[in-house]
């Protein structure tokens, strides 16, 4: 099987378990937002790494999957460009304009040891963005809805070969992205 149509299966896939909401949920009774610009996943655990996600509507954009080499103090990076298809990007879109419109609270009881805490930033054309963190075991159906169809963009670009890889680089933020 092309290494493409793989990629593009396995996002399409894992965005179809992770994504049920129907594609009308804006119309169903919640406030329409102006249009997502940006998705920004944020879920590095200083101990045992992660990922770090910059998607642009268009579905370009770029990974920092990170991790701990063993017998390595410092987490080492593998950066990958994106291209998610059109159609599992609108569903990306459907997910962040609905956790835009109507956002949860941010995880505010201590976490766990060693948990992770994933941060999500949605970026609408407007300027403004709505951030929401969750501690790892602290569950949330939309928030886990869009976390988890990201975590399968990280999963198919993880396919391809890195654009670069060495020590990770936390304050990196690519080209037309919002710094930290």
Same mark, same amino acid.
């Given at each position: 099987?092309?290494? /493409?149509?793989?990629?593009?299966?396995?996002?399409?896939?894992?965005?179809?378990? =992770?994504?049920?909401?129907? $594609?009308?949920?804006?119309? @169903?009774?919640?406030?329409?937002?102006?249009? *997502?610009? $940006?998705?920004?996943?944020? +879920?590095?655990?200083?101990?045992?790494?992660?990922?770090?996600?910059?998607?642009? $509507?268009?579905?370009?954009?770029?990974?920092?999957? *990170?991790?701990?080499?063993? @017998?390595? *103090?410092?987490?080492?990076?593998?950066?990958?460009?994106?291209?998610?298809?059109?159609? $599992?990007?609108?569903?990306?879109?459907?997910?962040?304009?609905?956790?835009? =419109?109507?956002?949860?609270?941010?995880?505010?009881?201590?976490?766990?040891?060693?948990?992770?805490?994933?941060?999500?930033?949605?970026?609408?054309?407007?300027?403004?963005?709505? +951030?929401?963190?969750?501690?790892?075991? +602290?569950? /949330? =159906? @939309?928030?886990?809805?869009?976390?988890?169809?990201?975590?399968?963009?990280?999963?198919?670009? =993880?396919?391809?070969?890195?654009?670069?890889?060495?020590?990770?680089?936390? /304050?990196?933020?690519?080209?037309?992205?919002?710094?930290?």
């Amino acid at each position: 099987m092309d290494a /493409n149509v793989k990629r593009r299966a396995v996002i399409l896939a894992a965005l179809l378990v =992770a994504a049920s909401l129907p $594609a009308c949920a804006l119309e @169903e009774g919640r406030t329409k937002v102006d249009q *997502v610009a $940006a998705i920004i996943l944020r +879920d590095v655990q200083a101990l045992h790494g992660g990922q770090v996600v910059y998607l642009a $509507a268009d579905g370009s954009g770029y990974c920092q999957l *990170v991790s701990r080499l063993p @017998e390595v *103090v410092a987490l080492a990076e593998k950066r990958y460009r994106l291209a998610v298809p059109a159609d $599992a990007m609108a569903r990306l879109r459907r997910l962040a304009a609905s956790h835009a =419109a109507a956002p949860i609270p941010s995880s505010t009881a201590p976490g766990l040891p060693d948990a992770s805490r994933p941060r999500i930033s949605v970026r609408l054309a407007s300027g403004r963005s709505v +951030d929401v963190s969750r501690w790892q075991h +602290d569950h /949330n =159906a @939309e928030f886990d809805d869009l976390y988890q169809a990201l975590l399968a963009v990280v999963q198919a670009a =993880a396919t391809q070969k890195p654009l670069s890889q060495g020590k990770f680089d936390p /304050n990196w933020t690519p080209d037309g992205f919002p710094a930290r």
